[in-house]
């Protein structure tokens, strides 16, 4: 009895999760905002900017989707796997991912974000190249290859993780994918 009423109190506390995702919900408030403000800094000027400037802008714009995706998959995914299910599998707009993306898959999605996000940093460096020194250029490359080298590490582990358990992890796989 004490025992159960343990395991329930375990189980129950996975909801102190939740304040965490409505958080990362109001973190993706912001990045509205300062998506907004870009937008509204950019429009008046357009035809007067460079091409360079408008590029840099647009790469700016691109980051913040990027980073705003990067966090309503964390927030979907994680609230998903770690508190509760998300009840909307009849709505239309519902995305096809959620409810399939899994830890692991969520691990790789993030670094590829990441990736992404470091990579449209380091474009915008090397089209800013006049005021961007060689020591900041060389520490952004050495990051971003840091990244792409965690991600592919990252993939070959789930990889071999996958293939360790043989035929009956896919046979695990494949019922967990068809019960979703």
Known sequence: MIERRFEQIIFA???LLAPFY???VVSLVLLLAKFTQEIFHIVPHVLEMQEKDVL???LTLIDLSLAGNLLLM?????YEN???KIDVADHKDRPDWMGKVDFGGLKLKLIASIVAISGIHLLKSFMNIDNTSKENLMWMVIVHMTFVVSGVL???MDRLEGSHHGAHGKAAAAAKSDHH
């Open 22 to 24: 409505l958080g990362l």
């Open 13 to 15: 506390s996975r909801w």
């Open 82 to 84: 770690f508190v509760s």
């Open 56 to 58: 840099l802008a647009v």
């Open 74 to 78: 964390v927030i979907f995914s994680g």
């Open 154 to 156: 990252l993939a070959l």
